[in-house]
C-alpha cells in the first residue's frame, strides 16, 4: 500500500499534549516543557505507526480570520484575549506556560527536518484543506482533534482520511467517508455533508450559533434531503418542499445565519500556503547540532530521542 502525506493539525496536537502531560514535566532550569515532550512523543509515534511518506506540520497564522468574523461576529470571540489594546490584532487566549513553548517546537521540528506549513491570514484547517484538495499522488491522512476537518475525508483522487485524537493519541479513530456516513447518517459523499451539518448543528467552542432548535440528527436528515446548506435554502423557497412546519420556521427565522456560515464552516481549498522545505520524511535530523542543543537546553533527550529513531526506522 502507498504510504501517505501525513498532515498534522499541530496547534490541535500541542494543545492535547500541554493538557496531557503534567507541568511539572519541566526543562533543567525548571521551565515547563510538556508540551514540548508531549507534542515530540506524539509525532514521534505517529511516524512510527503511520509510516507517512510525507509529513507537514500544519500551523495556525490567523487564528481567527477577518474573512470568518465578517460573516460571523461571534465566530471564537469567547478566546479572544479581553485586555487587548483597542485595535490590536485579536490574540487568542492560551495558556501562560503554553506559549512560551511553542517556538520550542518549532524550532525541534526544523531542525529535525520536519516540514511546517501556513498561509497568511489563514486558520491551519485551511492549509490543510488546500493541501488536500491539490494532492494527486498520495494518500492522505489528517491527524487532528478537531471535527471540523471531518470535511476533508475522501476517495478520489486520492483517499483522505482523518486520524482522530479526540479521545487521545492511543484512542485515535480512523476515519474514512464510510465511517464518517455511518457515525453521522450523511449521505456516501460525507466530507461536504459534514460540513454543511456543522453549519446547521453549529458548534458552541468556535462561537457558531447554528439553527436554533436543531440539533445533529435533524441537520443529517435535512443533508440526507437537500444535500448542502444551499440546498436547505432552496427548500425554504419551495411550499412543496418536504420540511415540517415547525422545521420551515426554525430554519426560516436562521436564514441570515445561513446564507453566510458555509463560508465560515468550510475549510478553503486554496490558500495561499508556504512550505519551509520540502515534505519528503527526512531519513534524519537536518541540523544534528541545533537538534543536540535543543535536547540539552530543554531536557528533551528522550522525546527527541524517540523522534529520531522513528525517523530513521520509517525510511528504511
Known amino acids: ?140 491522512e489528517v491527524v487532528s482533534g478537531d471535527r471540523d476537518l471531518f470535511q476533508v475525508v475522501r476517495e478520489e483522487p486520492t483517499p483522505v482520511r482523518v486520524v482522530y485524537v479526540g479521545r487521545g493519541l492511543a484512542k485515535a479513530e480512523v476515519l474514512g467517508p464510510t465511517e464518517l456516513a455511518a457515525r453521522y447518517g450523511l449521505p456516501a459523499d460525507s466530507g461536504p455533508g459534514y460540513a454543511a451539518l456543522a453549519a446547521l448543528r453549529g458548534d458552541p467552542s468556535d462561537g457558531l450559533p447554528g439553527v436554533p432548535g436543531v440539533g445533529e440528527k435533524t441537520a443529517a436528515t435535512l443533508v440526507g434531503r437537500f444535500g448542502t446548506v444551499a440546498g436547505v435554502l432552496a427548500a425554504l423557497d419551495d411550499p412543496g418542499a418536504a420540511i415540517a412546519p415547525g422545521l420551515r420556521a426554525k430554519l426560516a427565522a436562521a436564514r441570515d445565519y445561513l446564507r453566510v456560515a458555509p463560508s465560515v464552516v468550510q475549510v478553503a481549498p486554496d490558500a495561499p500556503v508556504h512550505l519551509d522545505r520540502d515534505d519528503a520524511l527526512p531519513a534524519g535530523p537536518a541540523d544534528p547540532e541545533r537538534l543536540a542543543e535543543l535536547q540539552e537546553t530543554w531536557g528533551l533527550s528522550g522525546p527527541v530521542g524517540r523522534l529520531v529513531a522513528a525517523l530513521e526506522a520509517a525510511r528504511n
Open 1 to 140: 500500500m502507498d504510504r501517505p502525506l501525513v498532515l498534522l493539525d499541530a496547534a490541535s496536537l500541542y494543545f492535547r499534549a500541554y493538557f496531557g502531560v503534567p507541568e511539572s514535566v519541566t526543562a533543567p532550569d525548571g521551565t515547563p516543557v510538556n508540551a514540548v515532550r508531549g507534542f515530540t512523543d506524539m509525532v514521534a509515534f505517529l511516524v512510527e505507526r503511520r509510516r507517512p511518506s510525507r509529513l507537514v506540520a500544519c500551523l495556525d497564522l490567523d487564528w481567527r480570520p477577518a474573512f470568518r468574523v465578517a460573516a460571523i461576529p461571534s465566530y471564537k470571540a469567547h478566546r479572544v484575549v479581553q485586555e487587548a489594546p483597542e485595535g490590536s490584532p485579536d490574540a487568542e487566549v492560551v495558556p501562560d506556560t503554553l506559549a512560551p513553548q511553542v517556538p520550542v517546537i518549532l524550532d525541534v521540528l526544523a531542525a529535525a527536518g520536519i516540514a511546517t506549513a501556513g498561509a497568511e491570514g489563514f486558520e491551519a484547517d485551511d492549509v490543510i484543506g488546500t493541501l488536500v484538495a491539490t494532492e494527486r499522488r498520495d494518500p492522505v
